[in-house]
């Protein structure tokens, strides 16, 4: 039998790291300004205080820092923290084939154990590239049964990442590295049974805290198995179908699985950016008044309505997991950032009633990154529209400057002028700074 | 649907504690001297130092005894490490229908949360019996497919337990407590693989720690699934094979999940301890001498050679999981406590000689508690032994007596005189004694 937990561990601990291409160290700067931007977009969230409350209480030494707060905890309550913040509006990264969002669970505990050993930026940056490397590879094997089976994959392969980029960090032996992996495949986190309500962004939370803890303990010496992984009762047999070992295993640098991330420029469900970008042409292209629709029409991807098929959202959570809301903000708004979730815009009376006038049909031709809509006029006449890739997805990928912007929008109320140095930083994280200069601009002044 | 999770919330929180009958009482506080001797017995081991370290590197104030050092923690670092320590000699506790054992992931957590808030023995003794009620009752739901699939049982249902005992302490509401067991469900640890390492204790030690953080946080008003056990996508559902939620609905008070719990005599594997019975047999009432023994033929349940089925272990561990070991160890010491699993035992040369002897053979007509035993002798005589009940099992519990000696046997190199004292105390937590009565005597002057 192959041996797949320990040629894993192998290529993260010997992979050299400056044979990691210049396009997935660019890549990977752009999931640490968007994933940055979300986590200090959403670091003033109810959960989010509540969780710092706790650490409060029972956490240890002020080492991390709680991004867009002004307050330092423990390495493991500040992964959790920041792991939950970055996931919390649904707006971080996804890697589409296996709706893994690489960066939520992996950049917490890359950055906790960097700001307290005093590391430099590009160690964090590469040790970001080996977790996200090993995370995916993961998912990869397992999915899709996995996903299908209910399992939250972020939170679960997470751990691994997390492991995996903190052991790189800690300079962690072969032996080591695989009893990291072997005590984060102990802990998987996350059911999907739990989207909608404040436990799912604690998932990858959770998972960046297990992986430390893994790393950290293992570095100590503790004990794991050795075929965590592939073994009989191991992680991939217990969680999943059939999981097919060989994605774990292949040879690495030939293809860098950072390079599939993609960034979302909507604040919702990925399946329904398609049809955002519809509504939003029909405002901003087509320039039309929402009043004078009579109806629309939406063919989408089969995955859209067993997503996002809330008809009448009541507010902020309900209304991202339904595309008609999503449509009529593209259509009324031009945008779908967090404040067209709001609980006062979901309640509205012109975006109640121009809800009620789209039809969503299931077209099974479509790609999930396509839709058709149709509109309908009180003055008889139509307009179509036809989104063949939407913004964001991989093949029309968010540019430099988008990115920038959506960082903007997420962060200026609480970096309160900081965010433009803090961007240009980010750009220049592939270098050897300090990785104080970036925590250091991601706190607030409360 | 039945609403099962909520239905369970409400028993938890609702049901009258004095009506817990008198032998529930009796059989927790058992219950609590076992579990209290295994955690001080094995709180000198290596990985107790490792994880005690991280504890002081990150982890908060000193809020909690860790049991049989000289050391507080904060209540999660305790919570982990006391149930690490507790299921480290494979020696605690056990509910044989579902394999679960019960205290290792409860008392913990039961134990943080009593010292650091000054409740009462009586409190907590409560507490645990709600806690060990909640963790078999979702066992029972989904074993045995959980167990077979390749979970870690106590681990995984361990952090509803300890979810619900918290909870009951905190004085949760229905909500809070349902919220609580949501978030205790999405952090299922424990992999059968990890058998054999330091991430086996691992599991319970994390369960009573992420149990203490659901409960922690769903009191500050986390949210989180109000169907997390029997959703689709729920833990029951993606944990196990057609599970049956009757079980944890049925109304509570006829008859208590505590009463089936077990202890035992020997630090290994419960599948082995008729086995060991069966050489002490031959020791002690037929007064054998092993150099005379020309071959032993042990007939076993299935499921004592899937187990431990190590023919020729090489270190401690390894013979905690070797049939061949525990038989050898019961007849040439007459007894299978930690110290007859000592590295230097297992390689000793009459102990390795007499293990080649020995040959186990499958008895689909046994049960787990059963064994058959033939020796032949060099002078061609022979002697068979039947086990039909062995010490320990539920039908030939171990006395008070025998707890009490194993309590000794267990702590007295490491409390040093106080372990009568505290023994006597431990029989009266049903008491209203302040929890630091117990705390305070459980730990060592290192």
């Known amino acids: 039998m192959k041996r797949i937990t320990l040629s894993l561990a192998e290529n993260?601990?010997?992979f050299p790291l400056n044979l990691i291409p210049e396009e997935a160290i660019l890549e990977s700067k752009r999931s640490f300004l968007n994933w940055l931007g979300v986590a200090i977009g959403a670091s003033h969230h109810p959960s989010v205080d509540m969780v710092l409350e706790l650490a409060n209480e029972i956490g240890g030494p002020?080492?991390?820092t709680i991004l867009g707060r002004n307050i330092k905890t423990d390495m493991q309550f500040a992964s959790l923290i920041n792991g939950m913040s970055s996931h919390i509006f649904d707006f971080d990264d996804t890697i589409l084939n296996t709706v893994l969002h690489p960066s939520a669970p992996v950049?917490?505990?890359v950055l906790a154990v960097a700001e307290h050993n005093n590391l430099t930026t590009k160690e964090a940056l590469e040790a970001f590239v080996i977790g996200c490397e090993v995370e995916q590879r993961i998912a990869l094997a397992i999915c899709?049964?996995?996903y299908e089976r209910g399992w939250h994959v972020t939170g679960t392969v997470g751990a691994f990442g997390a492991a995996a980029a903190v052991g790189k960090l800690l300079k962690l032996d072969h032996l080591q590295m695989t009893n990291a992996l072997g005590?984060?495949?102990?802990?998987?986190?996350?059911?999907r049974e739990m989207?909608?309500?404040?436990?799912?962004p604690f998932h990858p939370g959770k998972a960046a805290a297990n992986g430390l803890l893994s790393a950290l303990l293992a570095q100590k010496g503790f004990t794991s198995s050795l075929a965590p992984l592939e073994a009989k009762r191991g992680f991939g047999q217990v969680l999943s179908e059939n999981p097919n070992f060989d994605v774990i295993i292949e040879p690495w640098g030939n293809k860098w699985q950072i390079l599939e991330n993609s960034y979302k420029p909507f604040a919702c469900g990925i399946v329904t950016h398609p049809g955002i970008e519809a509504g939003i042409n029909l405002k901003d292209?087509?320039?039309?008044?929402p009043a004078d629709i009579d109806e629309i029409v939406v063919e989408v991807h089969p995955l859209v309505l067993e997503l996002t098929g809330k008809e009448t959202p009541q507010n902020q959570l309900e209304a991202k997991f339904s595309i008609f809301h999503c449509v009529a903000a593209g259509i009324i708004f031009g945008k779908a950032?967090?404040?067209?979730?709001?609980d006062n815009i979901v309640l509205r009376e012109d975006v109640v009633n121009l809800r009620k006038k789209i039809k969503v049909i299931i077209n099974n031709s479509l790609m999930e990154d396509q839709v058709l809509l149709h509109a309908k006029f009180n003055k008889g006449n139509t307009i179509n529209i036809t989104i063949e890739h939407a913004i964001g997805s991989k093949d029309k990928p968010m540019t430099n400057t988008e990115l920038e912007e959506k960082f903007i929008e997420l962060t200026s109320g609480i970096l309160k002028g900081k965010e433009r140095e803090l961007i240009s930083k980010i750009w220049k994280i592939g270098k050897s700074l300090p990785i104080t200069e970036i925590t250091e601009l991601s706190n607030s002044q409360e």
């Not at 989207?195 to 799912?200: E, I, R, V």
């Open 62 to 64: 002020p080492q991390v």
């Open 285 to 289: 292209i087509h320039n039309i008044n």
């Open 183 to 191: 005590l984060a495949a102990a802990q998987p986190t996350g059911l």
């Open 337 to 342: 950032s967090e404040a067209q979730f709001a």
């Open 12 to 14: 993260i601990v010997d």
């Open 144 to 146: 899709p049964s996995h």
């Open 107 to 109: 950049w917490p505990a």
């Open 195 to 200: 989207f909608g309500t404040m436990t799912k």
